[in-house]
């Protein structure tokens, strides 16, 4: 992983790759490359390093062609370096880019060598592309030749593929990895999402798993795993190419943070009438569904797993739903037990999470009749996979750190709670109830943002800090994971969060005035016994950030800092107090001057495992 770029055309497709590969920045990448076809060879450039870097070097030596493929690495097997950049040569006969991983590499690579391959990088990918070239010795067909490679590969990729011997042919697959086609007029596209192909289109066709697709400039063939010619359908997107420009704003993440009122407004539009949720915004047969289930398993990863614990809290006290909470990764290996009547939640921002992903489908095996997803992502898999979908409508989220795409998956988790809750005994009057709060959230979200600037000053008082302590009770508890998440992202301080009634279980060792420690402190019924957990805190010297309801008194001290939070529904009260943790991080690490928008190491989709 993580960006692949390609086109075949009519005329030099070099500047297009550029463009692809700078508008899939956003992904995380270490290294960037290209190669083309051109008159009957194969041409490549790779830098380690920026795309701005390969752009430099293709000033110097010039690439042009009308076929040609490119990439941004994140590297998963081997160092970044230019010999383990993409795209892989083999013999000078074929190139190719990969997203993924290939989990039978070494077992490839000793035999290759052992035929008489010669290996020049660290990665799994050039196991590929020697073995296309093998496969390339008995048959000229470059389509046949992909199918018999793909037939040894284990693991998830995404495939572009081109072939001095085949000048007019792009030939593309996808297994577990995401890749979409875009289609021009006389020419086409590829890409690992949408985002990087909307200049020069709104036409698109996402592949499904095992479908391989040969790609010339005026036709199009799609195999599906049989090796029988398919149709997929031609989708129109409604996204412009400025929708993921960052405007007046320096950084994505901060647009992001910014664009939460209409995310959020957004996401509950046309999903209520005179106020009262209708079921069908899950999908027709959502009412039917809810009926039937007895409990319910999140699944999800990351931020996205920090908004199912919320909800967790949210479907066992409101819905009276029995509900569990797992981490995909560990879902999937640890032979769960899953009863027919379980509602299976998924909950990812692309889509294409692979864990999640993969887990889903495991639960489907072990015999879940239904599956939901949540997600910001139409035709993504987890959505093709899943039986009823409600989209978040957050609109493209670019910065690595997700906001925008967190707060809205907790308004669409909220639905659900409603939805689900009508089958389980909620009352009229709470429903009534949160529905108002939800639809306040927006104005609310726009009175936080205003604290900026106050929480900017704070900022400058932990860019010293080494490590950070963040606290919460109940629902804020998975707040306070989530803003821990976000300030380590980013800003590169080691943070961790914990329920505050743990402290006198081990972490108040830690306490000093070297280790400042944000709380969130909401008006609900925990109130008295977390300020205790402050003044534990306070009396062993610790600095203290507080994020505290409005209409609450404490004050401020050498040692104490206070922001005053306005004050907002207990319900949603989790989605009001993320916004300030999303700010206090975002200021931080701007102040330490470190890449917000792409943190090192990490990437914005993650599709391996």
Known sequence: MCGIIGAIGQGNVVPFLLEGLKRSEYRGYDSAGLAVVERGELQRQRQVGKVCGLEALLK????????????????????????NAHPHISCDKVAVVHNGIIENHEALRAAQIRRGYQFTSETDTEVIVHQLHEELQTTPNLVEALQATVKKLHGAYALGVISRDDPDTLVVCRKGSPLVIGVGNGEYFIASDVAALLPVTQRFIFL??????????????????????????????????????????????????????QAVQSTLAGRFI?????????????????????????????????????????LEKIA???????????????????SPDTLIVTISQSGETADTLAALQEAKKLGAKYALAICNVPESSIVRESDLVLLTHAGPEIGVASTKAFTTQLVGLMMLVLAVGKHFGLDQDSEQQITDELFSLPSKIDQVLLLAPQIETIARSLTSAQHALFLGRGTQYPVAMEGALKLKEISYIHAEAYPAGELKHGPLALIDANMPVIAIVPNNSLL??????????????????VFIDEQLEMAAAE???????????????????????????????TLKGTNVDQPRNLAKSVTVE
């Open 208 to 261: 499904e798993d095992n479908d391989i697709a040969a790609i010339t400039k005026d036709n199009l063939l799609i195999y599906n795993g049989q090796g029988q010619i398919v149709s997929r359908p031609i989708k129109h997107s409604q996204l412009k190419a400025d929708s993921v420009s960052k405007g007046d704003f320096p950084h994505y993440m901060l647009k992001e943070i910014h664009e939460q009122p």
């Open 528 to 545: 008295e016994k977390l300020k205790s957990n402050l003044h534990e805190v306070s009396a062993r010297g610790g600095k203290l950030i």
């Open 320 to 338: 009276k739903v029995p509900c569990r909470i797992e981490v995909a990764s560990e879902f999937r290996y640890r032979q769960p037990m899953i």
């Open 559 to 589: 040692n104490v800092e206070i922001i005053k939070v306005p004050r907002v529904g207990n319900a949603v009260a989790p989605i009001i107090y993320s916004i300030p943790l999303q700010l206090l991080a975002y200021y931080v690490a």
């Open 60 to 83: 110097i030596s010039p690439l042009q062609g009308k076929l040609g493929i490119a990439h941004t690495r994140w590297a998963t097997h081997g160092r970044p370096s230019t010999d």
């Open 274 to 314: 005179q106020h009262q949720l209708q079921a069908t915004s899950f999908g027709h047969q959502a009412y039917e569904v809810f009926k039937q289930i007895k409990s319910v398993q999140i699944i999800a990863c990351g931020t996205s797993y920090h908004a199912g614990l919320i909800a967790s809290y949210w």
